[in-house]
């Protein structure tokens, strides 16, 4: 493990001491959880549960169809408030410790907070801190912890690890895609990670209405700043004539990204209370400095955030701000 400071395997040793001086733990990530969410937790529960540890993992968004193929996801539990009191709690993927929702109070229900995350400047509020945005992904820093336990990954383990770095480099082509994670994916292969298949199960197992909806969020694509920032949103009622949730929008961005000198992509999906937006850079903007304006946060290329108000506020409010970061030539 050569890759590690001797910090960080400290920090390795010190949450594998934990992890064998108690018995229940709860795992949970994010709003709205993605690839690395699911793989770095259920990773993360398969190991406890091999070492007889009692594991509750919990969400407070509901798993998407697409990753519901994963080993152990049928037993993630959804909600907005778990019961329980457990002897750890760990907080993966989490930019901040509100990102979990609210999903436990962690002064009252567990007794050792541990968080382990990839994402710049996120606060240190675990009694034990695995952070550092030189990971390409919270499943990376997990391989590290499970490799440090022990020789060996299982097949389980493997591919909820594998799905992770797929989708947080989207499909290893983000820069964020480095020569650790070629090396990551090579072990997992040997164990019998199959790449094709995975692939066809996140991103070519679309449903009809899926496919309608991607139709009628690419009609709503536009560009502003001289063609350098493009944007696209989903409204209400998109939703209501394709029947489908929030869920079914992710990697949708993508669309807006790929257009030829585009700078900043931009993604509105109008919910309940607030608009969540989604931000990516193809160039030097810094979309994460965008996201922090506004509360939000994530990384210099990928970020996000809400805004209070109505559609055509948040696109005017979130645009006026981009303008500033593309650039001037």
Do not use: W
């Not at 390795?12 to 001491?17: G, H, Q, T, V, Y």
């Not at 709003?31 to 993992?57: E, N, Q, R, T």
């Not at 070519?204 to 139709?215: R, Y």
């Amino acid at each position: 493990m050569k890759e590690l400071l001797e910090k960080e395997k400290a920090i390795l040793r010190e949450i594998l001491n934990v992890i064998n001086k108690n018995s229940t733990f709860f795992i949970t990530s994010h709003i709205h959880p993605d690839g690395d969410s699911f793989g770095s937790s259920l990773a993360l529960a398969a190991y406890l549960k091999s070492k007889g540890k009692k594991v509750c993992v919990a969400m407070v968004d509901p798993t998407p169809s697409m990753y519901q193929f994963l080993p152990g996801s049928e037993k993630i539990k959804t909600g907005k408030k778990i019961k329980g009191v457990f002897d750890v709690a760990f907080v993966l993927d989490c930019g901040s410790q509100e990102r979990t929702g609210g999903i436990i109070d962690f002064k009252k229900q567990t007794k050792i907070v541990v968080n382990i995350d990839h994402h710049i400047k996120t606060p240190l509020f675990g009694d034990i801190n695995l952070v550092g945005h030189k990971f390409s992904s919270t499943v990376e820093q997990i391989y590290y912890l499970l490799k440090k336990a022990k020789n060996r990954l299982t097949f389980q383990e493997a591919v909820c690890i594998y799905v992770g770095l797929l989708t947080e480099t989207c499909k290893f082509q983000e820069s964020n895609t480095s020569s650790n994670v070629f090396s990551i994916a090579s072990e997992l292969l040997k164990l019998g990670v199959l790449p094709k298949e995975i692939s066809k199960k996140i991103y070519q197992n679309k449903s009809f209405q899926e496919q309608k909806l991607l139709g009628m969020v690419l009609s709503t694509l536009k560009l502003s700043s001289v063609n350098k920032i493009a944007y696209l949103e989903v409204n209400k009622k998109i939703y209501e004539k394709t029947g489908v949730s929030g869920q079914e929008t992710e990697g949708l961005i993508n669309y807006a990204s790929m257009i030829f000198g585009v700078e900043i992509a931009v993604f509105f999906q109008e919910q309940k209370d607030f608009i969540k937006v989604s931000l990516r850079s193809n160039g030097k903007a810094d979309v994460r400095k965008i996201a922090v304006f506004f509360g939000g946060g994530g990384h210099i290329k990928a970020a996000g955030c809400k805004i209070y108000g109505t559609l055509k506020e948040a696109k005017k409010q979130v645009l006026d701000v981009a303008q500033k970061y593309v650039s001037k030539n």
